[in-house]
């Protein structure tokens, strides 16, 4: 099973990717980012799609298409997202159906969106976490495959409650990502290509 990695942060979440050996074959950024140099230090493939357009007419299924042209020109079977910055259309999860993942830093269906951490410290939960589940188009929505629970504790910035939930990402989503991979290899595939 080839990974195809999207991200578009500092990149630590792929960097556990990579430490945990998985078979990434290509990594996709959207922006020059960290992601992007730990990428390139592992001599792995990088294709920056760049995302030049943050306006409200962006063309997020010509953006789509594009990634999926990356991903497709590398034989990825199963897409992983460590911290992708653009909202995906259609065409990702028509051509990986059920296989792409994301991790999230909450515990879903709570604090959805690009700033959940933030979320978490307004509403002033005294629990929150990270979440590994199967995307789908609804964003931060679909199967989860795994949770854990992160305390928030008092005088937390976002910075030091998303370290603590990233440690817990580092460790979680790597795990998760082999058993579906596992699961996939065992169970045989029902991708696209067989339909
Ligand atoms: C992670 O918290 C991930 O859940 C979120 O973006 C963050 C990426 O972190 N979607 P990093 O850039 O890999 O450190």
């Known amino acids: 099973m080839r990974i195809g990695a999207l991200a578009s942060g500092t990149g630590t979440i792929l960097e556990a990717l990579l430490e945990a050996d998985l ?10 980012c960290g992601a992007e140099k730990v990428a390139e230090r592992a001599g792995l493939p990088v294709v920056r799609v760049e995302r030049r357009d943050f306006s409200k007419s962006f063309d997020r299924d010509g953006y789509t298409d594009a990634v999926v042209a990356a991903l497709v020109e590398h034989a990825v079977d199963v897409v992983a997202m460590a911290g992708f910055g653009t909202v995906l259309g259609p065409s990702v999860h028509e051509r990986f159906a059920g296989k792409v993942l994301n991790t999230h830093p909450a515990l879903l269906p709570a604090f959805k969106g690009w700033h959940a951490v933030e979320g978490a410290i307004a509403a002033g939960v005294k629990v929150t976490g990270c979440t590994v589940h199967i995307a789908t188009l609804e964003v931060d929505d679909g199967p989860i495959l795994a949770q854990e629970a992160v305390p928030v504790l008092s005088g937390d910035t976002v910075e030091s409650l998303h370290e603590r939930i990233k440690q ?28």
Do not use: M, Q, S
């Open 23 to 32: 078979a990434v074959a290509v990594v996709v950024v959207d922006r020059a």
């Open 168 to 195: 817990v990402e580092r460790r979680l989503y790597p795990a998760t990502v082999r058993e579906f991979i596992d699961a996939l290899e065992r169970d045989g595939t029902d991708g696209w290509e067989e339909r």
